[in-house]
């Protein structure tokens, strides 16, 4: 009798380390020739589709915390930007990021992998980064895309997104027209072209092209990675570790 319940026991256990597993993979599920071997995510590291946005309001103000404002302009500083890329057009390896507002893996890239790799690979004229936004969790994410689009109307995409992460659990108010519009003022766009461009046609259009693109090259979650150089091309779903993110894209350049 202890032996058959502890049976059913054991059995109850497989089948949710199962669910979670299934639950976790997320990822680029689509055409496999696009991605070789790709590096180990770090832990449960990408937001899928399905799930409650794990964006947390925070309880306090509405600021934005005016010393990580000016370290996110120093990390920006000297790099140029044109429309969605950040770095030097003409650098030979280009990493795409698929991201969410409000996915916080896509947040934690921001803070903890993506100052390595533009001090590393994006500085130095190695790599440039394409931002490909994608609204996972319906129309507060696709708002927050579109903003970011109309910045990029006026090279200013980079510090919005940035600045956008860094708010991120850190106010009451994020992701709403508020925030958005309070955030594209600060990054120094011209507020009346930026508005007339977050509700344009144009801007809308572009970002349903984005998100097909995605679609075809298999995004299943976010944060999902596509690095493409003269050493090949190579798909990274979920937050990957510094360390093997430097070796997929010095790797790349073949």
Not at 29 to 55: C, F, L
Not at 124 to 151: C, M, T
Not at 188 to 194: A, H, K, N, Q
Request: net charge negative; with cysteine; glycine share 12%.
């Amino acid at each position: 009798m202890r032996a058959r319940a502890l049976l059913a026991g054991l059995m109850v256990l497989a089948a949710t380390l199962v669910l979670v597993a299934a639950a976790c993979g997320g990822g680029s599920g689509g055409d496999s020739s696009a991605a070789e071997s790709a590096p180990e995510p770090d832990g449960q590291a990408q937001s899928t589709p399905g799930e409650t946005a794990e964006v947390t309001p925070a309880s306090g103000g509405d600021g934005v915390d005016p010393v990580a404002a000016a370290e996110r302009a120093e990390l920006l500083s000297g790099i140029p930007q044109q429309d969605r890329v950040l770095g030097d057009p003409g650098a030979p390896v280009t990493l795409i990021a698929y991201e969410d507002f409000l996915c916080t893996f896509c947040g934690r890239f921001s803070r903890e992998v993506l100052p390595g790799v533009l001090e590393d690979h994006v500085r130095p004229g190695d790599v440039k980064i394409e931002y490909r936004p994608v609204a996972f969790y319906g129309e507060v994410s696709r708002q927050g895309a579109l903003a970011a689009l109309a910045a990029g109307q006026q090279n200013r995409l980079w510090d919005f997104v940035e600045t956008t992460y860094g708010a991120q659990g850190e106010v009451s108010d994020y992701l709403t027209p508020e925030f958005l519009e309070r955030t594209a003022e600060g990054v120094g766009v011209d507020l009346g072209r930026w508005s007339a461009a977050w509700r344009s046609p144009a801007t809308a259009a572009e970002f349903d092209e984005l998100q097909l693109t995605a679609e075809l090259d298999g995004v299943g979650g976010t944060p999902t990675f596509v690095v493409e150089g003269p050493g090949g091309q190579q798909a990274i779903p979920g937050l990957p570790a510094p360390e093997a993110l430097d070796e997929v894209l010095s790797a790349a350049r073949g």
